[in-house]
Every structure is written in structure tokens, then in C-alpha cells.
């Protein structure tokens, strides 16, 4: 069964491995090497991203490089979408209202 998105993303370690994978492909060496975290750890994190469809894994000889799934990560933009419309109101009206009291 796959694992809820939003759950795996809630996970502050898990967002890092994410922000980690931007740029391409990494090893599980060379993520365990950005924390303060043991290899199964990390390894643990990797497989919750797997499982809801945010990385995939490609065996290399005798590593495992991970790589970003754009796809459901589209999906959450999309369902954000319409709540950043929201908050950019929110702090429109915001900066509306301070520069009315600080003209």
C-alpha cells in the first residue's frame, strides 16, 4: 500500500532528503553524509519517499542511487496552489494595513 504524500512530506528529515535530490541522482552514502543520522536511518526515510511515490531507486553495482519523482511532487504543487493564492491575499492585506498606520 502506498504511503500518504502529505505524511511523508510532514517529516522535517524526509524534506531535506528531498531538497538534497534537486540537483540530480545521490547515493545513499553520500545523503547519510548531509545528517546526523545512521545509514538504516536514513535508509528508513528513503524507503517512507519511495513508497509514496516521491523517489525512486536505481541500483548501481553495489550502491543505490535515489532520484526525484517530479510527478508527485506536481501533484502536491497543484493541490497547493489554490492555498498560496490564499496566504498572497492574506499578506496583501496585511502590508495594506501596516502602511495604513505607517503612511
Do not use: C, K
Amino acid at each position: 500500500m502506498p504511503t500518504d504524500v502529505f505524511g511523508a512530506l510532514a517529516n522535517p528529515v524526509r524534506r531535506h532528503l528531498l531538497d538534497a535530490l534537486r540537483d540530480g541522482p545521490r547515493a545513499v552514502n553520500d545523503l547519510v553524509s548531509e545528517f546526523e543520522l545512521s545509514r538504516p536511518a536514513i535508509s528508513e526515510h528513503l524507503q517512507v519517499l519511495r513508497q509514496a511515490g516521491l523517489v525512486r531507486e536505481e541500483p548501481r553495482g553495489r550502491q543505490r542511487f535515489y532520484h526525484l519523482e517530479p510527478r508527485r511532487l506536481e501533484e502536491v504543487g497543484d493541490w497547493l496552489h489554490p492555498f498560496e493564492r490564499y496566504w498572497r491575499g492574506r499578506l496583501r492585506s496585511l502590508a495594506e494595513l501596516l502602511d495604513e498606520e505607517n503612511p
